[in-house]
């Protein structure tokens, strides 16, 4: 740990820093000098690492360790927890997997596990605890993400893959060069550029658009939040009501077509469908002409601007990016495939600079300039259970086992889940309508986390196994999202009886004869090494030569040398459409599909369409405003909630909401004032900030305070307190976060103190 002769490093998702510690402690963190625009984020850690916070000991809910699973259902959340050895732990935890298996089968244990956990490519929390699973015979898991659920699924059938695109999204040099006009929905917010999963060495976004900018791309931000783009961007601002892009996007089309302003070769060689698509277009199906007019009375935008738009859009060369929220809303399939059929009418996509992509800075390296490496990760074995859901369909598998649903032409089973392990992220962050989920999570007989501090997750478990932070272990972060590739130093000692997510899962292996299968012999730095030579070889037939293990550790990082020419997405397809056709059943674009056609699905049709949201301003109740939650500037979802930075952003220790001054006047409503934010499903209170930064009708509240339930009401201001926990439509599934409308008032009363960063009762050690 010591004996290192270079300056302590480590990344994290938010970006790399070098570490400065005194005492064994660590007292601060400085950028890394790679770094152009660092984040504050990670200065967050530093008072957290050992404050009360932390969980020192394995901890069991007093009812579950007195009557065992089945017995602590109504208690989660509320009552006190006994630290007991990690060998009770351990034993405790091998005998109600092995109960489980046996009476119930794998199936019934959910190990989704959904989540970010750390950087770091082999103390990843969700690897070592899938790959343990799948010794003693695997378990139920998740597929798709909360991030874009509906693009994962709509997007292969439209253009053959969604993650072959993505990694190829055009880069910012291409954009500065060649586009004319950005036309971003959902903006551009840099504060969500500040993260790249799995680490970063540079934050490259602001230079992106600042390249672009002073290269002469005029900028449109459509989207409820001025600061979606960067200032100097000097953006148009367009502010469509939230979950209408779709109706947008058809609108502009429906111009392009009225206009005769489409590119009517491209469509021909490059697309299929588009005289489906035209004939929806023009009202052949439903008697509804869908153009400027028609949009401009569903996101209340004036048709003379969605008229110049589209022929600016013609004009110039354009691209089009869509943000990775407009998925995460009610038929949130749709603004992906709409955006699609408008580029392809614009007939630019795979060119350079122009055509689509897919949520620039919605990540640090969308747009980067980097190569692809198949770098190795750590093995996790097979999985002898099939069985899966749709990871937003979590409360529902909970409360329905046995029925059933739809997922992309599959009609499947919800089922009967005993046992739900998380290791590596939080429900209690990322789902939707909490307080339906907290009812839901009752029903499990055993509920198991692993974490390193008290959030909502860990008090709502019985059992409770505390792990490391990325600061108590070393590890190395290799990722093809970024060209830095980096050692991760250990720099001080478990807190407590903390032990890495590994070490956790070797305990509870040899409890149950699988040791050697989950570790084979290897110890987690001979793990590493295996990771990195494997990876050096695949590295070395993709033409990158990665420093051997004992340069890498010498020299703490290294940086994969750029592509020889700027990334453009869908280049080969535009180039030679017949030598390189997509993955489509056509091999072209699709805007009309057969397949989902073919799957009868009212709320997915099989062309782009238009449907209202099941909640959005245009059906609103009188006073109702839409929320967005959308990722916080201050910190990654709910990680370091708890910490300093994202503290000094909240106001009487409250999340703040950030409403219009036209908003807050007819409600008579004052800045700093504490307001309740409800509907039928919960409430949470929230500090109000006014500012014209936000459109009126519409609130923000970032997502990520720690869930605080009083009842129904987060004190804390947790928005998944009052979102919508509905599919996006029988094809993915998805989250539905963004389509929520909600009443506010002020807080009257004395407000209740917060007990969010209070840790639980726990109660004297036993034995
Ligand atoms: N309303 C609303 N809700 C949303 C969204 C939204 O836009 N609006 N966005 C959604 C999106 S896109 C996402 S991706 C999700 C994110 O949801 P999550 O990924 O679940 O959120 P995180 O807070 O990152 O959870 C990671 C957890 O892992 C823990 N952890 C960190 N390191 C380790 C480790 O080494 N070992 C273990 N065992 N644990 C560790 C952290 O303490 C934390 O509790 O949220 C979704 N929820
Ligand atoms: N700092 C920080 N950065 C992050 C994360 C984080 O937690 N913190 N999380 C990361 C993760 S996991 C993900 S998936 C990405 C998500 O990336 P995004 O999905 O891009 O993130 P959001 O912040 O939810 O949404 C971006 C913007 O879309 C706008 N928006 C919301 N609804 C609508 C709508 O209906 N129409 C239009 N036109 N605009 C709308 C909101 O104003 C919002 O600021 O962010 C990543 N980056
Ligand atoms: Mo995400």
Redesign the pocket.
């Known amino acids: 740990m010591n004996d290192l002769k270079r300056d302590l490093l480590t990344t994290s998702h938010w970006g790399a820093y070098r570490i400065d510690r005194e005492g064994g402690r660590v007292t601060g963190l400085r950028a890394f000098e790679e770094d152009s625009d660092p984040s504050p984020i990670g200065q967050g850690i530093v008072d957290v690492l050992d404050a009360p916070t932390r969980i020192s000991q394995p901890m069991i809910r007093k009812s579950w360790l007195e009557g065992g699973p089945g017995t602590a259902g109504d208690q989660r959340g509320k009552e006190a927890f006994v630290p007991v050895s990690w060998a009770e732990a351990s034993r405790l935890v091998a005998g109600e997997l092995d109960r489980v298996r046996r009476e119930h089968g794998n199936q019934g244990i959910y190990a989704g596990s ?5 950087a770091g490519r082999f ?1 990843h ?1 969700q690897s070592q605890m899938k790959r343990f699973l799948n010794c003693i015979g695997g378990f139920t898991r998740s597929v798709n ?3 874009y659920a509906a693009a994962e699924v709509i997007v292969p059938h439209v253009l053959g893959s969604f993650f072959d695109h993505l990694a190829r999204t055009t880069s910012w040099e291409s954009i500065a060069e060649n586009c004319e006009l950005f036309v971003a929905f959902g903006g551009v917010p840099l504060k969500n550029g500040q993260i790249s999963q799995g680490g970063l060495g540079n934050h490259v976004q602001k230079a992106g658009v600042l390249k672009a900018h002073e290269n002469g791309v005029a900028f449109v931000n459509i989207s409820p939040l001025r600061s979606d783009i960067m200032e100097d961007a000097d953006a148009e601002w367009l502010t469509p009501r939230p979950s209408t892009d779709a109706a947008l996007m058809l609108g502009l089309a429906g111009v392009l077509l009225e206009e005769g302003l489409h590119d009517a070769n491209f469509l021909d060689r490059y697309t299929v469908g588009f005289k489906q698509l035209a004939d929806y277009l023009r009202g052949e199906e439903d008697g509804i002409v869908k153009n400027a007019d028609w949009a401009a009375g569903i996101c209340a935008l004036p048709a003379d601007k969605i008229r110049e738009l589209a022929r600016t859009m013609a004009a110039k060369r354009t691209m089009i990016s869509v943000s990775w ?1 407009l998925t ?1 809303q009610d038929h949130g399939e749709q603004p992906y495939w709409a955006s699609i059929a408008l580029a392809s009418m614009l007939g630019q996509m795979g060119q350079p600079g122009t055509g689509i992509g897919f949520g620039y800075s919605a990540m640090n390296y969308l747009g980067a300039t980097r190569r692809e490496v198949d770098y190795a990760a750590f093995p996790q074995g097979q999985n002898g259970v099939s069985d899966f859901i749709p990871v937003a369909r979590v409360t529902d598998m909970l409360e329905n086992p046995g029925a059933a649903y739809d997922y992309n032409g599959q009609r499947r089973t919800y089922p009967d889940i005993k046992l739900v392990w998380w ?4 429900p209690f ?2 789902h ?1 309508d909490l307080n339906r989920m907290r009812r839901a999570w009752a029903r499990p007989e055993t509920i198991i986390a ?4 008290w ?1 909502a ?1 860990a008090k709502h478990a019985d059992i409770v196994l505390p ?1 490391t932070t990325t600061m108590e272990r070393s590890d190395i972060a290799l990722t093809s999202r970024d060209p830095y590739q980096m050692v991760m130093d250990r720099v001080m000692e478990p807190v407590g009886q903390a032990r890495d ?1 590994h070490d956790i899962f070797r305990g509870i292996a040899a409890e149950m004869g699988v040791e050697e299968a989950f570790t084979e012999n290897r110890s987690p730095e001979e793990w590493q090494r295996w990771i990195y030579d494997v990876s050096r070889q695949q590295a070395a037939r993709s033409g990158v030569e990665m420093p051997s293990w004992d340069t890498f550790q010498r020299d703490g990082w290294f940086r994969v040398p750029p592509p020889e020419k700027p990334t453009v997405m869908m280049d080969e397809f535009y180039a030679d459409p017949e030598a390189n056709p997509l993955k489509t059943p056509s091999g072209k674009i699709e805007l009309f599909s057969e397949r989902i056609a073919g799957f009868a699905y009212d709320d997915c049709p099989g062309h782009p369409s238009w449907m209202e949201p099941r909640e959005w301003l245009g059906s609103a109740p009188e006073g109702a405003l839409h929320m967005i ?3 916080p500037r201050t910190k ?4 370091l909630d708890h910490g300093s930075v994202s503290r000094a952003d909240r106001i009487q220790g409250r999340e703040p909401v950030l409403m219009n001054p036209e908003d807050a006047k007819t409600r008579g409503l004052s800045e700093g004032q504490i307001l309740r934010v409800y509907n039928a499903r919960g409430a949470c209170l929230a500090g109000l900030r006014i500012s014209d930064e936000i459109m009126p009708g519409v609130i923000q509240i970032s ?1 990520g305070a720690w869930y605080d339930p009083d009842g129904d009401t987060c004190r804390h201001g947790n ?2 307190a009052v ?1 919508l926990d509905k599919g996006t439509s029988r094809l993915a599934q998805g989250p539905t ?2 389509s929520c409308l909600v009443m506010v008032e002020a807080f009257d009363g004395p407000l209740p103190d917060t007990q969010a960063h209070v840790p639980p009762e726990i109660l004297p050690a036993r034995g």
């Open positions: 959904y989540g970010w956990a750390s103390h929390a993400t909360y991030s929220s995460r290791s590596g992220g939080n962050h990322h939707q692993n974490e390193w501090c959030n997750l792990c997510d939650s959308n990722q990654l979802h709910s990680q997502t928005p998944n979102t976060a963004h």
